[in-house]
């Protein structure tokens, strides 16, 4: 009872320091704050694949970048597109993209699978370069209009300020992590867990194996999609090499890998620990990704568990360590 | 008498009227003087003297330092460093009634449009940089104008070349273009060629990108202009910092052309040349940026001879105030400057590097004159100002922020050859290239940059 209302004290603590942020360290570490943000809700989309699954995808920012494309381009043509959605464009043409590439991708596991995603990533960015009447080709589409969060007859806020912009990322960011909690903890969130541990022994039970991760692969690539909406809202900016290049794909993975594929908020830790990391290093050197790879060997190699599972070890030890002493003290 | 009085009282308010005017007279334009230029022999671009009090002159250098095109930021940093240490040497620029001294922060493009941006609201949000200079890169450029729009911070466009940027879909009355725009190249070199009336078939390669893309339309209507005999045999594009040219290079073997024009910078240019002279295509390149004497000195005199160039920035050294900054630049290189800066790019400040030494040192002037850091003191002064510097004068169009300006083309010639515009001893540029040899100036009424209808006048309104 009493660690629930710990939970409830913490969670309010969270909320009050997320609301005045913004006001108190100015834009730069608000938008430091959105893009982590972003980058959270991506690199759980990620986890729900690797951690949840078992599905290495190397080729993830085929839906973070096809989104953020999607909602720029819908933006630039549709005039008078609002907020909602244009980030929704970007989610349902991630889902498409799912739909379109699950029919193979589903069939395989392993490297086989990791290959296929990884082409398929690259597919798309050679797409974008070449078409470059519709995508900017290397400059991409940027400048296109922000449009306001408007309720009819009720409210209209302008997307283009900075903290406004932070609360409704936050908002939709939230939701969609949310929404994949629940969806994780629903009895389809077990089965594709049983699909990662022992996919033959899931469908001897009678699920059907390919459907359950065509199912996953698109909820996946959706939220995805809808992460890459809100950083081309963000950037107001949407090129190959901002969202389609190769690292795009691997920048969740080393999310996931460094919070913890074990723990579904792993990835945030993930997110948190490269930003603040990228944040840091920015000062000194020019060379950030060399920094984080490092990082990235290190953890692999001596953490394999991530700090999530570095944490729970820590705690564990600490327990156990207390309740033993516990119990001597008693016998004596 | 009433009239003699009407007379006298007449001439005495023309007189005064005279001199209200005249210190605005006396004071002409603004210019580069050589000889104010501080003592540069402290000047050492690999650890440069760099100001780190809190009240200074901030100004964010968005460049390329890391990744393939990092060279670039090389370059830039040596030159806004020198700029800041002449001034600082100085003691400074008044501005707001104090003396302050000016500093560069870098600000990293990576080359990559996601990354500029970041870079250039890094640089206004946290490092409180009152001006924003760059890039290489229009597409890049064209992020920083949007973010020096956004948060209300002037922009000078020292290193990007696209017409587009400042047409009146993204004008920027923040932004001032003083680099040499499209138009002006593509018009210049058309006409260059009309005069020549030699080579009549082109072949266009250039990167692929808004700028190679815009660069290439630029040069077609100025062969429709100045040359409509002309035939352009092929067009290709290849990506930015292309890994290999030998098809692009097949391609043009086989098209039958006689010149191959291309606007590929660093180190795609260099890349593209090599790759001709490899694969035996001795063609003439009508380039901008096939001029860096590294990448020249890999494929040595005879492959690089018949190279044309065309620049913002090519004079001979005939002015003593020419001679003068040749000779502290070259000496400085010559004794002190350590590697990468003692290399061939950096013997001679000519070219792209000279052209945003002198255009730092405008914008350097005109905050001293507006004597203040506030972005609309600044427009106010820039707009239609004239700049003098040891080879011409620049003009800031009010409409559109763009410099009007002349265009110099040149055939690269041998050492022996070079003594057309190399006017002091040893009488060449460089010994193991061809380089610049008769300078041939385009003036800026036959290649003025392209002004969109709709920002005509704007200023004045």
């Given at each position: 009872m009493r660690s629930k209302l710990y939970l409830w004290i913490l969670w309010a603590a969270i909320l009050v320091i997320l609301i005045l942020f913004p006001h108190v360290v100015g834009i730069y570490y608000t938008n430091v704050v959105v893009l982590f943000s972003i980058f959270s809700l991506y690199a759980i989309t990620l986890n729900l694949l690797l951690g949840y699954t078992g599905l290495l995808s190397f080729g993830h920012a085929l839906f973070f970048g096809g989104g953020a494309y999607a909602t720029a381009i819908a933006l630039t043509h549709i005039p008078g597109l609002?907020?909602?959605?244009?980030?929704?464009?970007?989610?349902?043409?991630?889902?498409?993209?799912?739909?379109?590439?699950?029919?193979?991708?589903?069939?395989?596991?392993?490297?086989?699978?990791?290959?296929?995603?990884?082409?398929?990533?690259?597919?798309?960015?050679?797409?974008?370069?070449?078409?470059?009447?519709?995508?900017?080709?290397?400059?991409?589409?940027?400048?296109?209009?922000?449009?306001?969060?408007?309720?009819?007859?009720?409210?209209?806020?302008?997307?283009?300020?900075?903290?406004?912009?932070?609360?409704?990322?936050l908002i939709v960011v939230g939701l969609s992590i949310l929404v994949i909690w629940f969806f994780t903890k629903t009895p389809f969130g077990q089965i594709i867990i049983g699909v990662r541990d022992n996919a033959q022994r899931v469908s001897y039970m009678g699920f059907k194996v390919p459907h359950t991760k065509a199912l996953v692969f698109i909820i996946s690539g959706g939220f995805a999609g809808i992460a890459g909406a809100c950083y081309a809202l963000l950037q107001n900016l949407v090129s190959t090499d901002g969202v389609l290049v190769i690292y795009m794909s691997f920048l969740p993975i080393m999310m996931a890998f460094i919070g913890g594929i074990g723990s579904f908020f792993g990835p945030i830790c993930g997110a948190a620990i490269l930003t603040i990391l990228d944040e840091l290093i920015t000062m000194y050197t020019e060379r950030v990704e060399l920094v984080t790879g490092l990082v990235f060997i290190l953890v692999v190699m001596f953490v394999p568990a991530g700090f999530t599972g570095l944490l729970a070890s820590i705690k564990e030890k600490l327990f156990i360590k207390s309740s033993d002493q516990g119990i001597m003290e008693q016998a004596s | 008498m009433k009239s003699a009085k009407k007379i006298l009282l007449l001439t005495i308010i023309f007189s005064f009227l005279c001199l209200l005017s005249l210190p605005q007279a006396m004071a002409g334009r603004a210019a580069f003087d050589v000889h104010k230029m501080s003592d540069m022999s402290d000047f050492d671009p690999n650890n440069p003297d760099i100001y780190t009090g809190k009240d200074a002159i901030r100004i964010g250098l968005l460049q390329i330092f890391s990744g393939a095109g990092a060279?670039?930021?090389?370059?830039?940093?040596?030159?806004?460093?020198?700029?800041?240490?002449?001034?600082?040497?100085?003691?400074?620029?008044?501005?707001?009634?104090?003396?302050?001294?000016?500093?560069?922060?870098?600000?990293?493009?990576?080359?990559?449009?996601?990354?500029?941006?970041?870079?250039?609201?890094?640089?206004?949000?946290?490092?409180?940089?009152?001006?924003?200079?760059?890039?290489?890169?229009?597409?890049?450029?064209?992020?920083?104008?949007?973010?020096?729009?956004?948060?209300?911070?002037?922009?000078?466009?020292?290193?990007?070349?696209?017409?587009?940027?400042?047409?009146?879909?993204?004008?920027?009355?923040?932004?001032?273009?003083?680099?040499?725009?499209?138009?002006?190249?593509?018009?210049?070199?058309?006409?260059?060629?009309?005069?020549?009336?030699?080579?009549?078939?082109?072949?266009?390669?250039?990167?692929?990108?808004?700028?190679?893309?815009?660069?290439?339309?630029?040069?077609?209507?100025?062969?429709?202009?100045?040359?409509?005999?002309?035939?352009?045999?092929?067009?290709?594009?290849?990506?930015?910092?292309?890994?290999?040219?030998?098809?692009?290079?097949?391609?043009?073997?086989?098209?039958?052309?006689?010149?191959?024009?291309?606007?590929?910078?660093?180190?795609?240019?260099?890349?593209?040349l090599k790759t001709c002279r490899d694969m035996g295509v001795d063609?003439?390149?009508?380039?901008?940026?096939?001029?860096?004497?590294?990448?020249?000195?890999?494929?040595?005199?005879?492959?690089?001879?018949?190279?044309?160039?065309?620049?913002?920035?090519?004079?001979?050294?005939?002015?003593?105030?020419?001679?003068?900054?040749?000779?502290?630049?070259?000496?400085?290189?010559?004794?002190?400057?350590?590697?990468?800066?003692?290399?061939?790019?950096?013997?001679?400040?000519?070219?792209?590097?000279?052209?945003?030494?002198?255009?730092?040192?405008?914008?350097?002037?005109?905050?001293?004159?507006?004597?203040?850091?506030?972005p609309e003191k600044i427009i106010k002064v820039w707009e239609g100002d004239e700049y003098e510097h040891p080879f011409g004068v620049w003009k800031m169009r009010a409409d559109d922020h763009t410099n009007v300006r002349d265009l110099f083309i040149s055939e690269y010639v041998p050492p022996e050859e070079q003594k057309a515009s190399m006017t002091i001893p040893p009488y060449y540029w460089f010994k193991g290239i061809s380089s610049i040899g008769k300078i041939i100036t385009i003036p800026s009424k036959y290649c003025t940059p392209t002004l969109d209808p709709a920002l005509k006048g704007r200023a004045s309104k």
């Amino acid at each position: 009872m009493r660690s629930k209302l710990y939970l409830w004290i913490l969670w309010a603590a969270i909320l009050v320091i997320l609301i005045l942020f913004p006001h108190v360290v100015g834009i730069y570490y608000t938008n430091v704050v959105v893009l982590f943000s972003i980058f959270s809700l991506y690199a759980i989309t990620l986890n729900l694949l690797l951690g949840y699954t078992g599905l290495l995808s190397f080729g993830h920012a085929l839906f973070f970048g096809g989104g953020a494309y999607a909602t720029a381009i819908a933006l630039t043509h549709i005039p008078g597109l609002p907020l909602i959605p244009a980030v929704l464009i970007g989610g349902l043409t991630a889902v498409v993209l799912a739909l379109i590439t699950s029919p193979l991708l589903v069939r395989v596991s392993g490297t086989a699978f990791a290959m296929l995603t990884l082409a398929f990533g690259q597919l798309m960015y050679v797409i974008c370069l070449k078409f470059r009447n519709i995508t900017g080709g290397e400059d991409g589409v940027g400048g296109f209009p922000i449009p306001p969060f408007t309720i009819p007859g009720v409210v209209s806020i302008d997307m283009t300020n900075p903290t406004n912009y932070y609360y409704f990322a936050l908002i939709v960011v939230g939701l969609s992590i949310l929404v994949i909690w629940f969806f994780t903890k629903t009895p389809f969130g077990q089965i594709i867990i049983g699909v990662r541990d022992n996919a033959q022994r899931v469908s001897y039970m009678g699920f059907k194996v390919p459907h359950t991760k065509a199912l996953v692969f698109i909820i996946s690539g959706g939220f995805a999609g809808i992460a890459g909406a809100c950083y081309a809202l963000l950037q107001n900016l949407v090129s190959t090499d901002g969202v389609l290049v190769i690292y795009m794909s691997f920048l969740p993975i080393m999310m996931a890998f460094i919070g913890g594929i074990g723990s579904f908020f792993g990835p945030i830790c993930g997110a948190a620990i490269l930003t603040i990391l990228d944040e840091l290093i920015t000062m000194y050197t020019e060379r950030v990704e060399l920094v984080t790879g490092l990082v990235f060997i290190l953890v692999v190699m001596f953490v394999p568990a991530g700090f999530t599972g570095l944490l729970a070890s820590i705690k564990e030890k600490l327990f156990i360590k207390s309740s033993d002493q516990g119990i001597m003290e008693q016998a004596s | 008498m009433k009239s003699a009085k009407k007379i006298l009282l007449l001439t005495i308010i023309f007189s005064f009227l005279c001199l209200l005017s005249l210190p605005q007279a006396m004071a002409g334009r603004a210019a580069f003087d050589v000889h104010k230029m501080s003592d540069m022999s402290d000047f050492d671009p690999n650890n440069p003297d760099i100001y780190t009090g809190k009240d200074a002159i901030r100004i964010g250098l968005l460049q390329i330092f890391s990744g393939a095109g990092a060279g670039n930021g090389e370059i830039f940093w040596l030159t806004c460093n020198w700029i800041a240490h002449d001034i600082n040497k100085r003691g400074g620029i008044l501005v707001d009634g104090k003396k302050k001294k000016v500093v560069f922060i870098k600000g990293d493009t990576k080359g990559k449009p996601a990354d500029c941006k970041k870079a250039a609201e890094r640089l206004i949000l946290k490092d409180k940089c009152q001006f924003l200079w760059g890039t290489s890169g229009s597409h890049l450029t064209n992020i920083i104008s949007q973010v020096a729009k956004k948060y209300k911070v002037i922009h000078q466009n020292s290193l990007a070349c696209s017409d587009y940027l400042m047409d009146a879909k993204n004008f920027s009355r923040y932004t001032f273009q003083t680099f040499t725009r499209n138009s002006i190249f593509g018009q210049g070199g058309a006409y260059y060629y009309a005069k020549r009336n030699k080579e009549k078939k082109f072949y266009i390669l250039c990167q692929d990108y808004s700028f190679g893309h815009s660069l290439a339309d630029e040069f077609k209507i100025g062969l429709k202009k100045y040359f409509p005999e002309a035939q352009i045999v092929g067009e290709d594009y290849h990506p930015l910092f292309a890994k290999d040219f030998a098809p692009y290079v097949t391609k043009i073997k086989a098209s039958g052309a006689e010149v191959i024009f291309s606007g590929d910078w660093l180190p795609d240019g260099g890349n593209l040349l090599k790759t001709c002279r490899d694969m035996g295509v001795d063609l003439p390149i009508l380039n901008i940026f096939v001029d860096e004497p590294n990448a020249l000195h890999a494929v040595g005199v005879e492959k690089t001879k018949g190279l044309v160039n065309m620049n913002h920035y090519m004079a001979d050294l005939r002015t003593p105030e020419r001679q003068k900054f040749f000779k502290v630049w070259d000496n400085l290189w010559r004794t002190k400057w350590k590697k990468p800066y003692n290399t061939w790019l950096y013997k001679v400040c000519g070219g792209t590097i000279a052209e945003c030494v002198y255009s730092t040192y405008w914008l350097m002037s005109v905050i001293e004159r507006a004597g203040s850091t506030d972005p609309e003191k600044i427009i106010k002064v820039w707009e239609g100002d004239e700049y003098e510097h040891p080879f011409g004068v620049w003009k800031m169009r009010a409409d559109d922020h763009t410099n009007v300006r002349d265009l110099f083309i040149s055939e690269y010639v041998p050492p022996e050859e070079q003594k057309a515009s190399m006017t002091i001893p040893p009488y060449y540029w460089f010994k193991g290239i061809s380089s610049i040899g008769k300078i041939i100036t385009i003036p800026s009424k036959y290649c003025t940059p392209t002004l969109d209808p709709a920002l005509k006048g704007r200023a004045s309104k």
